[in-house]
């Protein structure tokens, strides 16, 4: 069974300081791994995704994401984070045998305090 | 930049009609899914349509539920007789192609059921 675990429902962060909001994973197979981010009223917008390869994978808005395949995690950073990065981040994990629906962990509320 | 929109915003209903939410999706992609999330929890897989059929579906999808493809464009999904735990953001998502490729998602319909 694939499942995603995203353990903080809320992450408070000043601005211009680094983020992280993390993410594990269980897939029976090899992981694809999403990130995706919904403002408010808007549907979730894609952000950047693993497939294989480079452990770090670099996405929009400046994001990035760092796969450890031990600790079977998948957390979203960034290096400077804005208020406009204020939002709902959702991880989203397939098994690249399976089938193509993504499963989603419950999502983590970014605050970012001017 | 080409967007998968939704159609209603917002849809409320008596317990036991029917609904149709509306869904265009992005113009050449061939992949179309429907998920659903109950307020406060997480994004939920419901099915996933290719070349005119279902090729996935969860154990939410019963038969109170179908999808059509009618005219090229729209991608709808049909509830028969809607139940009260029926209520929920229902979002539409299109993608070019399914493996590793990232899904596009709509705004999202909230239908509340009365």
């Known amino acids: 069974a694939q499942s995603v675990a995203q353990p903080e429902d809320q992450v408070n962060v000043a601005e211009g300081n680094p983020l992280t909001v993390k993410c594990t994973y269980s897939v029976s197979g090899n992981p694809y791994l999403f990130w995706y981010v919904q403002y408010p009223n808007r549907g979730l917008q894609f952000l950047l995704k693993y497939i294989t390869g480079d452990n770090l994978v670099k996405g929009s808005y400046g994001f990035e994401a760092e796969f450890n395949k031990s600790q079977t995690s998948f957390h979203l950073k960034k290096p400077s984070a804005l208020v406009s990065d204020s939002a709902l981040y959702f991880c989203a994990v397939r098994d690249y045998t399976g089938a193509n629906n993504l499963f989603f962990g419950t999502g983590t509320r970014l605050t970012v305090i001017p | 930049e080409p967007e998968v929109t939704q159609t209603p915003s917002h849809q409320v209903t008596q317990m036991g009609q029917e609904v149709i939410l509306r869904c265009v999706p992005i113009s050449n992609h061939l992949y179309f899914y429907w998920y659903r999330q109950i307020l406060g929890q997480k994004v939920e897989f419901l099915v996933s349509f290719y070349n005119n059929e279902i090729s996935e579906k969860s154990e939410i999808f019963d038969d109170q539920f179908s999808v059509e493809r009618p005219d090229g464009s729209n991608f709808t999904l049909k509830i028969r007789s809607t139940k009260l735990e029926d209520s929920a953001m229902y979002f539409c998502?299109?993608?070019?192609?399914?493996?590793?490729?990232?899904?596009?998602f709509g705004p999202g319909t909230r239908l509340t059921v009365l």
């Open positions: 998502a299109s993608g070019i192609a399914g493996g590793y490729n990232e899904q596009f």
